[in-house]
Nanobody, 116 residues
């Protein structure tokens, strides 16, 4: 089992920055990929950015050049640095981990609100 706890969400003006953090615990050795998804009201949950154990980060076209996903394996942390935020980035952001056996785990989510 893997437990994930997000932090760092909040309210920010358009053009501003936020840094989300996700602390992983439990069977972290089994994590194959970890990253971020988001869900805005009325929309489906969508990929923001993920990092695989044997591959570099990949991100959605909508956030490329603005968001950076990074991982500190020693601290069992994953981060999402969000710059040049737009109102359309408003959503609940979820940390997700997928283990080598294919199990998917989610955090409770953190709200990000970007005002225009």
């Amino acid at each position: 089992q893997v437990q994930l706890v997000e932090s760092g969400g909040g309210l920010v003006q358009a053009g501003g920055s936020l840094r989300l953090s996700c602390a992983a615990s439990g069977s972290t050795y089994s994590i194959n990929s970890i990253g971020w998804y988001r869900q805005a009201p009325g929309n489906e949950r969508e990929l923001v950015a993920v990092i695989g154990s044997s591959s570099g980060p990949r991100s959605a076209d909508s956030v490329k050049g603005r968001f950076t996903c990074s991982r500190d394996v020693a601290k069992n942390m994953v981060y999402l640095q969000m710059n040049s935020l737009k109102p359309e980035d408003t959503a609940v952001y979820y940390c997700n981990a997928i283990t080598i056996s294919g199990h998917s785990y989610w955090g409770q989510g953190t709200q990000v609100t970007v005002s225009s």
